[in-house]
T-cell receptor, first 115, second 113 residues
Framework: DVKVTQSSRYLVKRTGEKVFLECVQDMDHENMFWYRQDPGLGLRLIYF???????EKGDIPEGYSVSREKKERFSLILESASTNQTSMYLC??????????????FGPGTRLTVL | KNEVEQSPQNLTAQEGEFITINCSYSVGISALHWLQQHPGGGIVSLFM???GKKKHGRLIATINIQEKHSSLHITASHPRDSAVYICAVRSRRFGGGADGLTFGKGTHLIIQP
């Protein structure tokens, strides 16, 4: 079974803090993704990575950065957290997709509150 | 950018009813996913399809590429089917490479006993 784990289920931080969200997958997947999910907006892609040290901006990258130093780990960084970054953050991974019907496997999510 | 619309947004039904959730998208795609999210946040992939129909247990997913439309059906619905159902599309891209999905806002389904 594919397992995608995230470092925390719940996190509370203060405005201006630097926040690290960690995601680890154990299936040797090349692709990893960070999404945020907000009521009424659905899931939106922040960043994705298709290889170690490779990253691509998604739909809403502003205020975020990412790091992929090892294949199994993809980190999302909020350099200076703001209240509008309060959200549910979901990580996902998938195999390298030469085929169009790749499955993305999701982690359990981190609910981040910025005060 | 692909626009993904789901309907209805909310659906309450009685146990045993046949359920249909619809998904429309604006731009040609390479694949469409149906996902299920239970309270607590965990997301599970139900189907991926690029043409035709797929069936798994009481769940059936269909897609009409020409109409840019997909439906998710649940037969003999049960309270444990209560969840948010999310449609997501992977737009057609030139060449390979990873790409994130574009998601609909989800359909909140409640099945009452």
């Amino acid at each position: 079974d594919v397992k995608v784990t995230q470092s925390s289920r719940y996190l509370v931080k203060r405005t201006g803090e630097k926040v690290f969200l960690e995601c680890v997958q154990d299936m040797d997947h090349e692709n990893m993704f960070w999404y945020r999910q907000d009521p009424g907006l659905g899931l939106r892609l922040i960043y994705f990575s298709y290889d170690v040290k490779m990253k691509e901006k998604g739909d809403i990258p502003e205020g975020y950065s990412v790091s992929r130093e090892k294949k199994e780990r993809f980190s999302l960084i909020l350099e200076s957290a703001s209240t509008n970054q309060t959200s549910m953050y979901l990580c996902a991974s998938s195999l390298w997709d030469f085929e169009p019907t790749d499955t993305q496997y999701f982690g359990p999510g981190t609910r981040l509150t910025v005060l | 950018k692909n626009e993904v619309e789901q309907s209805p947004q909310n659906l309450t039904a009685q146990e045993g009813e046949f359920i249909t959730i619809n998904c429309s998208y604006s731009v040609g795609i390479s694949a469409l996913h149906w996902l299920q999210q239970h309270p607590g946040g965990g997301i599970v992939s139900l189907f991926m399809l690029s043409s035709g129909k797929k069936k798994h247990g009481r769940l059936i997913a269909t897609i009409n590429i020409q109409e840019k439309h997909s439906s998710l059906h649940i037969t003999a619905s049960h309270p444990r089917d209560s969840a948010v159902y999310i449609c997501a599309v992977r737009s057609r891209r030139f060449g390979g490479g990873a790409d994130g999905l574009t998601f609909g806002k989800g359909t909140h389904l409640i099945i009452q006993p």
